[in-house]
């Protein structure tokens, strides 16, 4: 539904179908969200165990390439690195 229609011009039954489908599609998208959500939980989970055992590794967790590319994020100059791909690690 592009456009919202025309509310006067609508039946109860028809706005009582709207609100339902509206219903059910808010319904979906909000169980889609919270799958994504736990998702991005798990990823950001396994990235602190993967940091935490670097550091108990005695490896630096921060390189100053990461300092380097922080600063340029914060000076607004990160899209030319961004244009040229991730960097490998």
């Known amino acids: 539904m592009d456009t919202f229609p025309d509310l006067g011009a609508m039946s109860d039954s028809e706005l009582k179908e709207l609100i339902n489908e ?6 979906d998208l909000s169980y889609r969200r919270r799958i994504l ?6 990823l950001r989970a396994e990235l602190v ?3 935490r055992s670097r550091r108990q590794g005695g490896e630096d967790v921060i390189s100053g ?3 380097k590319q922080l600063t340029e994020i914060l000076a ?11 960097t490998q690690r």
């Open 37 to 42: 959500h736990g998702k991005i939980d798990i």
């Open 49 to 51: 165990s993967r940091l």
């Open 76 to 86: 607004g100059r990160h899209d030319a690195q961004a244009e040229e791909g991730p």
């Open 65 to 67: 390439d990461d300092l």
């Open 22 to 27: 509206l219903t059910e599609e808010e319904t």
